[in-house]
Nanobody, 124 residues
Framework: QVQLVESGGGLVQAGGSLRLSCAAS????????MGWFRQAPGKEREFVAG????????WYADSVKGRFTISRDNAKNTVYLQMNSLKPADTAVYYC?????????????????WGQGTQVTVSS
């Protein structure tokens, strides 16, 4: 069992930056592929970024590639999402997710555990 708690969301102007954090409970954090997803009002939850167990491999949605960076610190049981050059279209609730035994997961169903989400609002 893994419990995930996101933080770092807020209101920012277009072009600004935010850094999201996701703290995980338990001693097996390094056994999970981690991902960030987001869900805007009236839309389905969509993949944003993922990172492998060691952190050596990362993958991104095309819409955020070059602007967002995912990273993890296994010693701190934490995964991060650095978001730069934010756009109003990035406005959504951002969720952290953990998945066991998956490779480069981009689908909601591949992840086993989810946080409660943190709101990111980008104003124009």
């Amino acid at each position: 069992q893994v419990q995930l708690v996101e933080s770092g969301g807020g209101l920012v102007q277009a072009g600004g930056s935010l850094r999201l954090s996701c703290a995980a409970s338990g001693r097996t954090f390094s056994s999970y592929t981690m991902g960030w997803f987001r869900q805007a009002p009236g839309k389905e939850r969509e993949f944003v970024a993922g990172i492998s167990l060691s952190g050596r491999s990362t993958w991104y949605a095309d819409s955020v590639k070059g602007r967002f960076t995912i990273s993890r610190d296994n010693a701190k049981n934490t995964v991060y999402l650095q978001m730069n050059s934010l756009k109003p279209a990035d406005t959504a609730v951002y969720y952290c997710a953990a998945g066991a035994k998956i490779m480069a997961g981009r689908q909601v169903y591949e992840y086993d555990y989810w946080g409660q989400g943190t709101q990111v609002t980008v104003s124009s």
